[in-house]
């Protein structure tokens, strides 16, 4: 046989069970064994299926005409989730040839077609890993243990190790080492570990170093507490929110904490029913989508203070079912309201 393709990796959407929970693959194996299979969910959190417990997998039966197969998994897997199928072979070699022992081509072509995809598998592992520039004349180079006051590479996310105090980490030789630069550290950022997270005191390179970091295929990071950006934030693609807050059903004077999304939902059971408005902690823009429920209901909007649009606050719709979404700009004091009412 030949190994004529470098493509030892296949990801797929889940497919939600339709037609069926089968993937396919189109890279050769030459054992079931050599085939596995790994789940990303949408936070970037990676589970490892077991072979025979979690997936089974259908080699076609010319790997050199038609290289690949199938793998059908037990559970299903909607397409919130990724399919990650790999070659993956143990890094040892098996064929022994004799002294003076009979030449059979196809057996050593098998051998060298061994070796030749565990080079591949090793060249797609180190796609992935963090690399000096090739002029770096940098070796032996680690990242710090996770102690206090460090970043931690925890499943593929940089996370601030817990319970840090405030601490400011110089970006020394490691970073200049990383991003290829011989000038003084001086000239890389600092990072400042505080309650609030983590800002940047010196800006020089950072954003060398943000590329750096997003080419690293780290996958998605989360924050947690208030994160401070000092220039402007681009969205090349879709910006969004996980979900839209639900206040649940109410049927007597309710809160609403802006401060829990800026896109809420509530549902209405009761007549002339009062809200309270928790304040956001700025400017923004804001909305409430009002749910008729099987009663229906109604909202008195004097107890909260809002300029709508034409003098009047809006009337809402009757029949349960029936949606109104409801706009508010926040100035930092006064709320500014408008609504598109009777949708189905």
Known sequence: MTISSTNTTTELPG????PDDSYAFTFRVDSDAHVSVSVRDSSGSVTDLTQGTDYTVSRNADQELNPGGTITTTATWDATHRIVIRRSLPLTQTTDFGNQGGFFHEVHEAAFDYLTMLVQQLQEELERAIQTGESSGVSGLTLPTGS???LKLVSDKLTLVSGVTPNTVSVTSYWEAILGKSDSATSLPLLDFSADGI???QAADFAAMLTLLQAASLGANTFTGKQ????HLQVDKTAYFDAEYDNGTVTANFPLDWNNGNK??????GSSLQPTFTNP???????LKVVQGSTGGTIDWST????WSGGTAPTLSTGAGKIDLIFFYFDGTDYYGSALTDFA
């Open 148 to 150: 206090d006051g460090y």
């Open 15 to 18: 497919t939600g069970g339709v």
């Open 281 to 287: 902690g700025g400017p923004t823009s804001l909305t």
């Open 199 to 201: 800002s940047l005191v």
């Open 264 to 269: 809420q939902k509530i549902t209405l059971n």
């Open 304 to 307: 909260v203070s809002v300029k």
């Open 228 to 231: 401070t950006l000092n220039d």
